[in-house]
Nanobody
């Protein structure tokens, strides 16, 4: 059974940094595309960043230059380094593993950026 566990969220002031982690189990992690999504209150869940098994990345325009997604296949973990955080980055952040038949989601981690 695939499980994803996020960590690293918290409260930070505008301009600050956070690093999110998502540890996967129950799958051959290295072959799966991974992504970070976020959902703010009253808004739809949106893609923040994605990374292919080979390490190619893509980002939402709103986070380009501030967020960096990476993966460590030896540790079955994907990361999201966030710098220069803004109040509008406040949301619950979820990691997603793209499986062959299903997509799997973590439970989410709250990121709150105060102004």
């Amino acid at each position: 059974q695939v499980q994803l566990v996020e960590s690293g969220g918290g409260l930070v002031q505008a301009g600050g940094s956070l690093r999110l982690s998502c540890a996967a189990s129950g799958t051959f992690f290295s072959i799966n595309p991974m992504g970070w999504y976020r959902q703010a209150p009253g808004k739809q869940r949106e893609l923040v960043a994605g990374i292919t098994p080979g390490g190619r990345t893509n980002y939402a325009e709103s986070v380009k230059g501030r967020f960096t997604i990476s993966r460590d296949n030896a540790k079955n973990t994907v990361y999201l380094q966030m710098i220069s955080l803004k109040p509008e980055d406040t949301a619950v952040y979820y990691c997603k593993l793209q499986g062959i038949t299903y997509d799997y989601w973590g439970q989410g981690t709250q990121v709150t950026v105060s102004s």
